[in-house]
């Protein structure tokens, strides 16, 4: 069973950039489809973007097109977010998740396995 630890979540003005990474446990890490979800306080658990095992396949929330960019490391079992020209509405608690399937979906029911979350906080 794979174990996520997400880390690089932190406090970050408007227009700024940070880098989330996720590492797993899992030594089949690289079989697994991969994703990053979000959610805001006193909201639904969101979609951000996703990753297929390869990662040649990439897919984005239109809120994070163009801004975020997800890739990984199978070398290293570790997936990133990098997220430029921050705003506000991009503060939440991120989460990555994983499934094993090379496939990836924008479904966070279809993730068994998940991470602590790491908070993302913007200010204007």
Do not use: H
């Amino acid at each position: 069973q794979a174990q996520l630890v997400e880390s690089g979540g932190g406090l970050v003005q408007a227009g700024d950039s940070l880098r989330l990474s996720c590492t797993a446990s899992e030594r089949t890490f690289s079989n697994y489809a991969m994703g990053w979800f979000r959610q805001a306080p006193g909201k639904e658990r969101e979609f951000v973007a996703t990753i297929n095992w390869s990662g040649r396949i990439t897919d984005y929330a239109d809120s994070v097109k163009g801004r975020f960019t997800i890739s990984r490391d199978n070398t290293k079992n570790t997936m990133y977010l990098q997220m430029n020209s921050l705003k506000p509405e991009d503060t939440a608690v991120y989460y990555c998740a994983g499934r094993q399937t090379g496939v990836s979906s924008r479904a966070a029911a279809q993730y068994p396995y998940w991470g602590q979350g790491t908070q993302v906080t913007v200010s204007s």
